[in-house]
């Protein structure tokens, strides 16, 4: 147990970076230490190495290193020529990036209900919500769980459309044996600290397998500069840096390692999890799912996390309030009602403890106080 005294409630908190860090601690030093002797922080031999040490990962042709997840999917969109007056279609269930990055490109996210199953996309749905402005899909593979890729690509090369895959929430997930992130034209990854892939501070990434695309996003990355004070397009500063790079390469090296870690501790709470108030998350047949949220469903969910709050579990909520009914959307004239799957998840989906390092006392502990929950 995590508490230290009588009065630390804290016993299993949601999430720790600690173990992984004092595990990495002499590594992690020693790239700061390496980074520093070289003098060079920004597009340099680190982010090289890791762009191309994570495409390899993943299986895909080409990584470009940015700035964070939400530049991953804005550079993304533009580069397969997203722009005012477009629509892109996305899960009405996913965190706020993925829809904030079609906005800033100028275009209109459009919201299609979730899978109950598998809190992804529902890709028989799509089809309703295509219209002539309609230029791709971001289908988001949330909570470490693919999306049916099968289906989408199919609705995509029916209907004309790019797949920008999200996959801020899915470091390592397979669909059928392959990377989620090389199914569409680009796949978006954020290394934000408490992702599967964290960094120490904001980090992001995009892979693809054309080389247009990798050079566009490139260019759009770096002021859209193609060579030095020449700048082709109206770009950004989104920049993998030099520090991030070289920690992000060490961590990855344990990826598979810390996935496997919380594919073992969700498969005990699959099985020692009983509790008639309780809805656990199931896992497709085609999905290798890195549990990057473990969440569980209760009807009474708000009584449900106090009382584990009570007990000294820590716990989330992802997320409280779903796209269409965000404030920053009102203009988008959506109601309550609207995407029925989505909104009832946002009112009983709880997010378990659930991190690399957890100790089996942990573990158990938590199965056993949910047992209890009445
Ligand atoms: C974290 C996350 C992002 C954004 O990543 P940042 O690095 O925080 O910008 C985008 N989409 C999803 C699904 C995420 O979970």
Redesign the pocket.
């Known amino acids: 147990m995590r508490g230290n005294g009588m009065n630390d409630l804290i016993k299993v908190p949601f999430s720790s970076f600690l173990p992984i860090e004092n595990e990495l601690k002499g590594e992690l030093d020693s790239c700061f230490k390496r980074v520093l002797e070289r003098s060079w922080y920004i597009k340099g031999e680190e982010g090289r190495n890791f762009e191309e040490q994570f495409a390899k990962y993943c299986g895909a042709k080409y990584c470009v290193g940015v700035g964070?997840?939400?530049?991953?999917?804005m550079l993304a969109l533009r580069a397969v020529g997203v722009g005012n007056g477009d629509e892109v279609i996305i899960p009405a269930h996913?965190?706020i990036?993925?829809a904030l990055?079609i906005t800033y490109c100028g275009a209109t996210p459009v919201m299609v209900d979730i899978d109950e199953k598998t809190f992804c996309i529902n890709p028989n749905k799509i089809i309703e919500k295509i219209t002539k402005r309609t230029k791709a899909i971001i289908v988001?593979h949330?909570y470490g769980h693919s999306c049916n890729m099968d289906a989408i690509m199919q609705v995509a090369k029916e209907n004309d459309l790019e797949i920008i895959e999200?996959c801020?929430?899915a470091h390592g997930c397979m669909y059928k044996g392959r990377h989620v992130g090389t199914f569409g034209k680009v796949g978006?990854f954020?290394?934000?600290p408490?992702?599967n892939l964290g960094a120490l501070g904001?980090?992001?990434a995009v892979i693809t397998n054309d080389k247009k695309t990798m050079e566009t996003i490139r260019a759009l990355g770096n002021y859209g500069s193609d060579k030095k004070y020449h700048h082709l397009y109206k770009g950004v500063n989104s920049r993998l840096d030099e520090l991030q790079a070289a920690f992000l390469g060490v961590k990855l090296s344990c990826l598979d390692k810390m996935n496997n870690e919380r594919i073992t501790i969700a498969s005990k709470y699959l099985t020692k999890i009983k509790n008639n108030n309780i809805e656990l998350p199931k896992e497709d047949n085609n999905v290798k799912h890195v549990w990057?949220i473990f969440a569980i469903k209760c009807e009474e969910r708000d009584r449900l996390q106090e009382y584990l709050e009570n007990r000294g579990v820590g716990t989330n909520i992802h997320y409280p309030i779903p796209i269409h009914l965000q404030p920053c959307y009102k203009d988008l004239g959506y109601l309550k009602g609207d995407y029925p799957i989505a909104e009832k998840v946002c009112d009983t989906e709880l997010s378990l403890p659930m991190f690399y390092g957890m100790t089996n006392e942990e573990i158990e502990y938590v199965i056993d106080v949910i047992n209890d929950f009445r």
Do not use: E, M, P, R
């Open positions: 964070n997840g939400l530049d991953a999917i996913t965190f990036a993925t990055a988001v949330l999200d801020a929430q978006c954020s290394f934000y408490g992702k904001d980090a992001g990057h």
